[in-house]
């Protein structure tokens, strides 16, 4: 529930219940209000006793049976988007709800660095929704990514205006390098060159994953080498890059964020390859497989 800061309590209490209640007379007893002078932080470093604490029911954060990303810790203008994209585009809502989640992700980039006291972690996030043809997996996906290729495309724009003022003015010193945020069809090979001089991120909308999948595993190419970088990537390691021929490649921080979709019926042969599953790679996935039946 909320917190109200002109009572010092919680709302919606039909939600609260502690344990005491659920082991005794099931009366959904209230928790008592938070003392005068108490605030949240004092609460967050101060826990409550063990018997004062909530137990969250599944039920409680759904709004709906068919809807299981909960949304009820989101912005109101969040909720009514989901809401209304769902609807008009008979999709299901978890799609919307989690490509929202890759398309801050994206916006958000490097610049914010989350630390529990164990793990240092970036916002990436990788989405791959699981439907079958039919179900309007595609256009909720093109119409929020559409802010990001936006930036993408100015950000291009800027880049062909300073190329062009150097070879204008013959001016070698500093040449720039293309400043770039959406992709949609990259190889590993340019997602790590282009990674190198985009310290922001990258944002990757791909409509089949399995074909980026299969580039990864080295398709055109002997082995997988593809899949130790990206690996590297999720966890925002640093990648080196020699190879004879080219000047050497260091990315300090990547950061990378991939959205897509596969047909249920392919799941298995895509991802079942030893390379594969054998890795880690298909922990560094958020699966959305909402029940959709296809008339």
């Known amino acids: 529930g909320k917190y109200d800061t002109d009572r010092h309590e919680l709302l919606h209490t039909e939600y609260r219940k502690t344990r005491e209640a659920e082991s005794s007379d099931k009366t959904g007893h209230v928790l008592p209000t938070v003392k005068e002078g108490n605030t949240i932080q004092d609460l967050a470093v101060k826990p409550a006793p063990i018997e004062n604490h909530l137990t969250i029911t599944p039920d409680a954060l759904m709004e709906k049976p068919t809807h299981l990303l909960p949304s009820d810790y989101l912005m109101p203008e969040v909720q009514a988007l989901a809401d209304t994209m769902a609807s008009t585009m008979k999709c299901s809502?978890?799609?919307?709800?989690?490509?929202?989640?890759?398309v801050v992700s994206g916006a958000i980039g490097s610049k914010v660095l989350i630390d529990d006291g164990v793990y240092h972690n970036r916002a990436n996030i990788n989405v791959c929704h699981i439907a079958p043809p039919g179900s309007n997996k595609t256009q909720p996906v093109s119409r929020l990514v559409k802010p990001l290729?936006?930036?993408?495309?100015?950000?291009?724009?800027?880049?062909?205006?300073?190329?062009?003022?150097?070879?204008?003015?013959?001016?070698?010193?500093?040449?720039?390098?293309p400043q770039i945020l959406f992709v949609t069809n990259p190889t590993p090979e340019a997602i790590n060159k282009t990674l190198a001089f985009n310290t922001h991120g990258l944002f990757v909308r791909r409509d089949e994953l399995s074909g980026f999948i299969d580039d990864l595993c080295g398709r055109y190419s002997n082995g997988g080498g593809g899949i130790p970088d990206f690996l590297s990537t999720f966890t925002n390691e640093s990648i080196s890059i020699i190879r004879s021929g080219e000047d050497p490649l260091v990315i300090s921080s990547p950061y990378l964020t991939i959205v897509g979709?596969?047909?249920?019926r392919i799941l298995a042969s895509v991802l079942g390859k030893p390379q594969l599953a054998n890795s880690g790679f298909n922990y560094r996935w958020l699966f959305v497989a909402p029940e959709i039946h296809i008339s």
């Not at 930036?151 to 720039?176: G, Q």
């Not at 979709?261 to 249920?264: K, L, N, S, Y």
Request: hydrophobic share 30%.
């Open 149 to 177: 290729e936006k930036i993408s495309t100015e950000k291009m724009m800027a880049y062909h205006e300073e190329l062009e003022r150097c070879k204008r003015e013959k001016d070698y010193s500093a040449s720039p390098h």
């Open 261 to 264: 979709g596969m047909q249920p």
């Open 93 to 102: 809502e978890d799609i919307v709800l989690s490509t929202i989640f890759a």
